[in-house]
Structure formats: structure tokens, C-alpha cells
């Protein structure tokens, strides 16, 4: 069974930074791409972040470039998204999900909630 576990949300003042992670288990992780995707309250998915197999090929929305930094490391079959310069714009639930295709992932975590506030 395949489980992704998100962890280390939390609130935190604008200009913050906090770090997600998410622990995967029951899949070749080393073979995966996997996604970080986000809900705002009373919106829909919106995608922020996919990083390749090997970690070697990054993508980010426009809006989190240069804030945002999606890695990895296979030996602990543990993504995650360092999420700095934080704004009141990016509160929202963060999903860690595998890649299935280019475009459409199969398997998601319950999700961490980021809240930015002052």
C-alpha cells in the first residue's frame, strides 16, 4: 500500500519560511516524480512544485519561483518543499502526490496546512 505523509506545516508571520516534508512508503520512491500541490480555503488544486526521479530537473509555479525549493533524498524516501519569503497568499493545505503521468498523479498524502498571518 502506498502512503505519503506530509509533516511540518504550521503558522507563521509573512516573511517566514517553513519546511515540508513528506515520507513515502510502499512504492519505489527512487522511481518516482513526485508533485507538491496546494488548496487555499474555498479554492481548488492548484500545482506548485515537481521534481524529476533523480532530483537533477526542478519546475515551479511562476508565483513561488525563487521562494519555494522542492528536493529530495531516495535513501530516505522523503520529499520535501522549503518554503521561504513566505506571503499571506500562500496559506493553504499542501499535498504531496506522485506523478503518474506528465500530467496526472495517482497517489496523494492527507495534506499539512500552511497558514501565513500576522
Known amino acids: 500500500e502506498v502512503q505519503l505523509v506530509e509533516s511540518g506545516g504550521g503558522l507563521v508571520q509573512p516573511g517566514g519560511s517553513l519546511r515540508l516534508s513528506c515520507a513515502a512508503s510502499?512504492?519505489?520512491?527512487?522511481?518516482?516524480?513526485m508533485s507538491w500541490v496546494r488548496q487555499a480555503p474555498g479554492k481548488g488544486l492548484e500545482w506548485v512544485s515537481t521534481i524529476d526521479s533523480g532530483g537533477d530537473i526542478t519546475y515551479y509555479k511562476d508565483s513561488v519561483k525563487g521562494r519555494f525549493t522542492i528536493s529530495r533524498d531516495n535513501a530516505k524516501n522523503t520529499l520535501y518543499l522549503q518554503l521561504n519569503s513566505l506571503k499571506t497568499e500562500d496559506t493553504a493545505m499542501y499535498y504531496c502526490a506522485k506523478q503518474y503521468t506528465d500530467y496526472s498523479l495517482d497517489y496523494w498524502g492527507q495534506g499539512t496546512q500552511v497558514t501565513v498571518s500576522s
Open positions: 510502499g512504492l519505489t520512491f527512487s522511481s518516482a516524480a
